[in-house]
């Protein structure tokens, strides 16, 4: 079961988190059940998987405003790296980047 000091303990910024949610905590689980389940992570992975950067860089940059919104850092931080690479269109192994941010969002989706 997905709680406040689950999150704290995968390094959420909960406080932040529970702040833009205004301090409702009901409001901010059930905006990051919508936020871990979004099918911008699918998309971001089949972009990553066809060399789509252009494609990708509109995922992640959608991603990273709800992430960054929620303050789920763990996964906002490496996928904020992301963006800002495909911003700049540099070559990179997305694929492997884009692995420890799906399993920390799986884990954290199972807890929901």
């Not at 919508?34 to 699918?42: I, K, V």
């Not at 690479?85 to 997305?94: N, T, V, W």
């Amino acid at each position: 079961m997905l709680t406040i000091e689950t999150l704290n303990e995968f390094g959420v910024n909960t406080k932040e988190g529970l702040t833009r949610c205004m301090n409702n905590e009901k409001f901010y689980f059930k905006m990051l059940k919508m936020g871990l389940a979004s099918d911008q992570f699918e998309k971001l992975g089949a972009a990553l998987e066809c060399n789509n950067l252009d494609e990708a860089f509109e995922a992640a940059h959608a991603l990273k405003g709800v992430l960054g919104n929620l303050a789920l850092t763990p996964i906002y931080n490496p996928l904020a790296e992301m963006t800002e690479l495909l911003r700049a269109g540099k070559s990179e192994d997305y694929v492997t980047m884009y692995q420890p941010i799906l399993e920390i969002r799986n884990k954290l989706l199972a807890l929901v």
